[in-house]
């Protein structure tokens, strides 16, 4: 597979599912055994993620990931993101603040047999509770 | 002269790899209109030179001054060069200010850098500064990704 062809998926990961909400989109480009690696936390299926994208879509009006930059090459890819939206019902035990929301990321993804395996995901989250106004953290 | 990516690669293991574990910024490595993206430690805007990698060093390693990278996965192509990669370290100095734990952190993040020239020329990275102050008891439960 082609590193245009992965950059191609990488842009449909983040415009089309996470965006848009493209479940079959979802089921074409990801492996079942798709899994989603934030530092706290795997999600262990591609079932799961898509039930993350929707969640979060509830949690968020406009949720909304931008591909700023991304680096591909034979098996691998990287992508440089901006996820923004407002903060309209609970997440993550925090309820509704009506707050905006606007942090940047770099998420590693994986492939096999043409379609993404795994994604480590870094992303600003200190940032995001900041905007939400959790007082627990230290300044920055 | 514009180098291969296994050359760029190569001049990116060395920089970071020298940089984290012994403090020594090379700075024939690392252009002197370096633009830095990274938002680490809340920085809101990009830093042009060497100095705030320098600041990012010298705050960590002032912190854990046993600090060790260690790539774990890695992309090359073009121009750019990117690590996946966590660092362990003991805080005997404190992070961000705070008293130090003397506890062993364990912290991951992923780094891109733009190659000109066998220099750095930019870098964006973005690292789980939440786990490191979970670590230290001072951050809420993190998200559960729902």
Do not use: C
């Amino acid at each position: 597979m082609s590193a245009a062809a992965k950059r191609e998926i990488i842009r449909q990961f983040f415009e089309d599912i996470w965006t848009d909400q493209n479940m079959e989109l979802a089921d074409e480009v990801l492996d079942p055994d798709f899994s989603f690696a934030l530092p706290f936390v795997t999600l262990e299926n591609r079932d799961a993620f898509k039930q993350l994208v929707l969640h979060n879509h509830v949690a968020w009006q406009d949720l909304t990931y931008t591909l700023l930059d991304s680096v591909a090459d034979e098996e691998k890819a990287a992508a440089y993101w901006r996820s923004s939206g407002t903060h309209v019902n609970t997440w993550n035990g925090i309820e509704a603040t009506g707050n905006k929301m606007s942090i940047e990321g770099i998420t590693f993804f994986n492939f096999s047999n043409g379609k993404l395996l795994q994604a480590h995901v870094q992303n600003d989250f200190t940032k995001l509770l900041h905007q939400l106004g959790v007082s627990e953290l230290p300044k920055r | 002269m514009s180098l291969t990516p296994q050359e760029n690669n190569d001049l990116a293991i060395k920089f970071f790899e020298t940089a984290w574990n012994t403090g020594e910024i090379i700075e024939d490595l690392i252009d002197p209109q370096a633009v830095d993206h990274s938002s680490v430690g809340g920085k809101e805007k990009a830093d042009v030179g060497r100095e705030s990698f320098k600041k990012i060093i010298g705050m960590f390693r002032a912190a854990m001054p046993d600090i060790k990278l260690d790539v774990q996965d890695e992309i090359f192509v073009d121009d750019k060069v990117v690590h996946r990669w966590v660092m362990t370290g003991t805080d005997t100095g404190g992070v961000m200010g705070m008293p130090p734990s003397n506890k062993n952190l364990t912290f991951s993040g992923t780094t891109i850098v733009r190659f000109k020239d066998g220099k750095i020329v930019e870098r964006w990275a973005n690292v789980d500064e939440l786990g490191l102050l979970q670590q230290l008891g001072v951050a809420p439960p993190p998200p559960n990704g729902n």
